[in-house]
């Protein structure tokens, strides 16, 4: 028999915050090794629970979720959606204009397959969450990055972005707060970016996804609420925020001049109607996170369990000689330097395997999330204070001999 190959969309396909260095992982955990997971941004194993109350809507709602729902999902979830793009400023979205999905991991891949012809582009930024340029490839579409400048706050670089547009491109990609770098966009750079958008006529696809974790009283403002010429695609969830990761829920919200999208938007809705429907029992959390208390405003200051982690390893790291890390705004990740005259990493997926064998930490390599040298890597902080210590502590030992 003939050797069975993966289909040729997956050639360029690739997601290494699960790759190799985790199986490596799994496979010193099976001899009985103990393993620092900083890969993830997974918050309940880290003790971070959702708020008692979703869960116990979800529970008493069960009994009634056992049918399929609407395909864009439950009115209710979608109503509390609608009414959160009000409190946003995002103006002119209606219940038809939301679609609920299993996670935003899923609607990602949607939007992308919906929109993406082969060859046409799409401007994503670098370093990225890799779910976007992955979903990108298997849409048959050319993902080309930008530069989100280490020197200027991990910014995105405005000229970077215009020189790389081209007759292909179709739509830019916004990740903000950014997932690697925890960079909090301003509102004069969206402006900016949603100027580029409308003199191309591309589309915005903004993924929000930590709009709510932020840190040092700064405020988030939704791409979308700054502009009704220009389509925007908004991505938002409970994973993060509201810590059910696991429920995979999440949200889609299209608006702009949709008169002039109708098209795409049928795409959509037959690609929602395909899948029949996302996690019902799931969609019941949707109205009653965002409609009840923030429990994430007590984690995020002074005295609140993510920010003292962020303050602790942002300062340990920077302890270490020869590391740089920019204090992330926003999200729960920190994407330090290694500087190259003092660390020349040539392959950093064989940094991050080496330090997983030999001090049992695990991160992610920055070439992972399309980042263009090989001297960065990324880290959660969701661990306990004493853990995150314990690891840098690692990663310190680590690096006093470490040599490529």
């Known amino acids: 028999m003939s050797v069975i190959r993966k289909s040729n969309k997956l050639i360029n396909v690739c997601y290494d915050i699960r790759g190799p260095v985790l199986q490596e992982a799994k496979r010193l955990e099976e001899e009985g090794h103990r393993i620092l997971k900083l890969n993830i941004g997974n918050p309940a194993p880290w003790g971070f629970e959702a708020p008692e109350e979703i869960v116990q809507d979800v529970i008493l709602n069960l009994p009634a979720s056992q049918g399929y729902c609407d395909s864009k999902g439950l009115f ?33 891949v949607m939007a992308m397959q919906g929109l993406l012809n082969d060859n046409d582009e799409m401007l994503i930024p670098a370093p990225d969450y890799p779910l976007w340029t992955a979903a990108v490839s298997l849409a048959g579409g050319n993902p080309v990055h930008y530069v989100c400048d280490e020197q200027q706050d991990w910014f995105p670089d405005i000229d970077d972005i215009r020189n790389k547009i081209t007759p292909n491109t179709r739509g830019i990609v916004i990740i903000n707060p950014n997932n690697p770098t925890g960079a909090l966009y301003p509102d004069s750079l969206l402006l900016e970016i949603l100027e580029v958008a409308r003199e191309h006529k591309l589309i915005v696809f903004a993924d929000e996804i930590y709009d709510k974790i932020l840190y040092d009283g700064e405020q988030h403002t939704s791409l979308a609420s700054l502009a009704d010429d220009v389509l925007c695609i908004t991505f938002n969830g409970l994973s993060k925020t509201y810590r059910a990761a696991g429920f995979r829920s999440g949200w889609m919200i299209i608006s702009g001049p949709k008169h002039k999208s109708r098209d795409l938007i049928e795409g959509y809705e037959m690609l929602s109607n395909m899948r029949l429907c996302s996690n019902v029992p799931s969609q019941h959390a949707i109205q009653t996170a965002l409609g009840g208390y923030q429990s994430i405003n007590e984690l995020i200051v002074p005295g609140g369990r993510l920010y003292e982690q962020r303050t602790l390893a942002w300062e340990m790291l920077n302890d270490i000689p020869g590391v740089s890390c920019i204090k992330p705004k926003g999200a729960m990740y ?51 204070q004493e853990m995150l210590a314990d690891a840098i502590e690692r990663i310190a030992t680590f690096l006093r001999t470490y040599e490529q």
Do not use: W
């Not at 695990?362 to 959660?380: A, K, M, W």
């Open 76 to 108: 209710s979830a979608r109503k509390a959606v609608m009414q959160e793009c009000q409190r946003k400023n995002i103006r002119n979205v209606g219940i038809e204009d939301i679609y609920i999905g299993n996670g935003v991991s899923e609607l990602i």
């Open 334 to 384: 920190l994407f330090p330097k290694l500087d190259p005259t003092r660390y020349p990493i040539r392959n950093d997926e064989k940094f991050a395997l080496d330090l997983l064998q030999q001090q049992k930490v695990l991160v992610v390599q920055g070439s992972g999330f399309n980042h263009p040298d090989t001297q960065h890597f990324r880290l959660v902080f969701l661990p306990s």
